[in-house]
């Protein structure tokens, strides 16, 4: 089909929003040559329209009311960046039902609502798009759905939240309190408005959920993952970590094996070989292991105004090609089978120990005869003085265990009475 013109309605005009605003104006005239069409952006919404704006746009484009948008018959395409769920939810699914097209960033919504989005895309022939929500500028998602297609995909390892990754790179080299590193990343715009879904690890569960989606075609539940954020994560333990070579990543998993899937976010121990443990401030990763293609790993800046402008953007140019083809709603891709969540005993890992437990004859002795008992082998052990405190320092890396079998022994050691206090993390093998 001819199309002279496409004109995009952008809502949101905070971080993202500038970047593609940017890239837009910056880049205008080759992405114009590029579709063969005029690229208008006609209208903005914003919560205040007298905020001053990091980029150079005519004030009267900006609206507060979305119907100037939602409701424009001239406009072809939605950009979805406000944020947070239900308001989001009510912006696209009214763009859907007026037949407009859809691009998103919202990893929140489409955790939860991506199904009966896409479906109501499907239904209204409209794309639906939303290659930014999970690892900003790595173009993952269309990279599961197209380039690795033809392998069955058994595993995902990924680093897909930029701000813990900052936070915890800045304490880790910086020096950096986790309040400074955290304040950090919310003035480069990588946090969520509200950065506890960040440091509570709820951001890259909903990255995860979106990924096995696609991965495996299965409908995973954000409610099945296994959750652990990195606020309990300190300077002393990365320091520990280190000493037994070790770099401790907030780390996404995903997995599928004998017809269950096991999906997990939780600060986790990188032998420092690992080729994650090497990803360092908001740059994200993710490690694709494929039964034919083997291993994979996709890496790039995984938030921030620039990079997940280039998603949103690139996204527009596939709407733009589905316009033009009159193809637009039929590449939507749906989950096709159910699967179980898989229980705690059939997870299997190592784990690093760190107690402090008390200086005298036989503490140690108690440590190793309690692991010995409950079978539980260890693969490295440290141990020091700490001085003038009449304790000492003990980390512990075990051979691979049944969780629930560690978690048992666990309970029972930090009820020891020559142990002072107790924590652990889990580990990932090289
Ligand atoms: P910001 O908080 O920086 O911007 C939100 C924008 O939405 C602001 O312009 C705000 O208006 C506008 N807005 C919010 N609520 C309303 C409302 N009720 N009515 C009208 N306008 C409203 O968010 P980001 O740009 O950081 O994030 C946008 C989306 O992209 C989110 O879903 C986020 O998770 C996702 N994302 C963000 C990344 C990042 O690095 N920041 C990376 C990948 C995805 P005003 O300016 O007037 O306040
Ligand atoms: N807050 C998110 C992060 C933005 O830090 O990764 C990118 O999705």
């Known amino acids: 089909m001819a199309l002279a013109k496409v004109c ?21 005239e080759r992405l114009e040559s590029r579709t063969g069409c005029t690229i208008q952006l006609k209208k903005v919404l914003v919560r205040n329209k007298n905020r001053p704006r990091k ?6 484009k900006l609206t507060t009311n979305s119907s100037d948008i939602l409701d424009d018959p001239e406009i072809d395409v939605i950009i979805e960046l406000v944020g947070g769920i239900d308001q989001a939810y009510r912006y696209i699914l009214r763009a859907l039902k007026n037949k407009k097209n859809v691009i998103t960033a919202n990893k929140d919504l489409m955790a939860s609502y991506g199904d009966e989005l896409l479906l109501e895309a499907r239904k209204n022939k409209c794309d639906l798009c939303y290659e930014a929500s999970v ?16 392998d069955r995909i058994q595993k995902m390892i990924g680093i897909v939240n930029g701000t813990t990754n900052y936070i915890l790179s800045k304490m880790s080299h910086d020096g950096l309190s986790y309040e400074k590193a955290l304040a950090s990343a919310q003035a480069l715009g990588f946090a969520e408005a509200d950065p506890t879904s960040d440091v509570d690890g709820l951001d890259a569960a909903r990255k995860m959920v979106i990924l096995s989606h696609l991965a495996y075609s299965i409908p995973v539940k954000l409610d099945d993952v296994r959750i652990t954020g990195i606020t309990d994560v300190t300077k002393e333990d990365i320091a520990y970590a280190q000493k037994l070579g070790y770099t401790i990543k907030l780390v996404g998993i995903s997995e599928v094996n004998n017809g269950t899937i096991d999906v997990r976010v939780e600060p986790t121990l990188l032998p420092n070989a690992h080729p994650l443990a090497s990803v360092e401030n908001e740059n994200n990763a993710i490690y694709v292991y494929g039964s ?11 938030a921030g105004e620039g990079p997940t402008a280039v998603s949103v953007v690139s996204d527009l140019l596939l ?7 009159g193809i637009t709603g039929t590449h939507i891709f749906l989950p096709k089978r159910e699967m179980h969540a898989r229980k705690d005993n059939l997870v299997e890992s190592q784990f690093f120990v760190r107690l402090h437990i008390m200086d005298q004859p036989g503490s140690f002795s108690r440590l190793t005869d309690l692991f010995k008992n409950q079978g539980i082998s260890l693969e490295k052990l440290y141990q020091e003085p700490m001085v003038g405190q009449n304790a000492a320092e003990v980390s512990i890396v ?17 009820k020891l009475d020559v142990v002072l206090n107790a924590k652990y993390f889990r580990v990932e093998r090289g």
């Open 292 to 302: 034919t293609l083997g291993e994979t790993m996709y890496y790039g800046p995984g």
């Open 319 to 325: 709407v733009i090609h589905d316009m033009k083809l």
């Open 398 to 414: 075990t051979h691979l265990t049944n969780k629930i079998q560690f978690e048992k022994s666990f309970d029972i050691m930090k």
């Open 8 to 28: 995009i309605g952008l809502l949101g005009f905070g971080t993202v929003g500038t970047g593609v605003v940017r890239l837009l104006t910056v880049e205008r």
């Open 135 to 150: 690892a900003g500028g790595i173009p993952i998602l269309r990279t599961l759905t197209d380039s690795l297609a033809a």
């Open 55 to 60: 980029v150079l746009i005519d004030n009267r």
